[in-house]
Structure formats: structure tokens, C-alpha cells
Nanobody
Framework: QVQLVESGGGLVQTGASLRLSCAASGSTLSMYYLGWFRQAPGKEREFVATITWGRGTTYYADSVRGRFTISRDNAKKTAYLQMNSLKPEDTAVYYC??????????????????WGQGTQVTVSS
């Protein structure tokens, strides 16, 4: 089992920055991907970014590439999502998720085994 706890959400203005954190505990050695997803009201959960826990290889959704950066600190068992140049369309609940499987389906939420409780990010115009 892996437990994930997100933090760092909040209310900011367009163009501002936020850094989300995801603290992992439990069987963290079983994690292959540690990713971020988001869900806006009335919309499906969508992929934002993910990182391989071992090598640190990163993948991004086209909508955030160049603005968001995912990273991890293995010693602290924590992943981060640095979000710059935030837009109103980035408003959503952001979830951290861990996937034990070595597949190429890193952007598919159904493949992730463990989820955090989510943290709200609101970007005002």
C-alpha cells in the first residue's frame, strides 16, 4: 500500500505560480510512476504530468508543457509540481497518483493504483 498526501493548493491570480507537493509513504519502492492529474467541475479527470520514480523521466500534457515542471526527491519521498504562468483554465482539484506498473499508459488514470485526496487550485482572471 502507498499513501499519498497533497498540499500547496490555493487561490492565485492569472500569471502567478504555485508549487504542489505530494508526500508518499508506505510501500514506495513499488511505485513506478508518480503523477499529477486534475479534475475541473463537470469534466473528466485529466493527465497533467508524471515522473518515473527511479530514473526521473518526465512526461507532460501538451496543455501544461513549458509552464509546469514535475520533480521528485527520493530521500523525502515527495514529488512536486511547480506551476508557473497559471491560467484560469488550470483551475481544478489536483490529485497525486502512484502507478506500480511499467507500461506506457502513464497518462491513463485507470492505470494508477493509489490516489491522494486532492488539493484545490483556483486561478482568478
Amino acid at each position: 500500500q502507498v499513501q499519498l498526501v497533497e498540499s500547496g493548493g490555493g487561490l492565485v491570480q492569472t500569471g502567478a505560480s504555485l508549487r504542489l507537493s505530494c508526500a508518499a509513504s508506505g510501500s514506495t519502492l513499488s511505485m513506478y510512476y508518480l503523477g499529477w492529474f486534475r479534475q475541473a467541475p463537470g469534466k473528466e479527470r485529466e493527465f497533467v504530468a508524471t515522473i518515473t520514480w527511479g530514473r526521473g523521466t518526465t512526461y507532460y500534457a501538451d496543455s501544461v508543457r513549458g509552464r509546469f515542471t514535475i520533480s521528485r526527491d527520493n530521500a523525502k519521498k515527495t514529488a512536486y509540481l511547480q506551476m508557473n504562468s497559471l491560467k484560469p483554465e488550470d483551475t481544478a482539484v489536483y490529485y497525486c497518483a502512484a502507478d506500480r506498473h511499467i507500461t506506457g499508459a502513464y497518462s491513463v488514470p485507470q492505470y494508477y493504483d493509489y490516489w491522494g485526496q486532492g488539493t484545490q487550485v483556483t486561478v482568478s482572471s
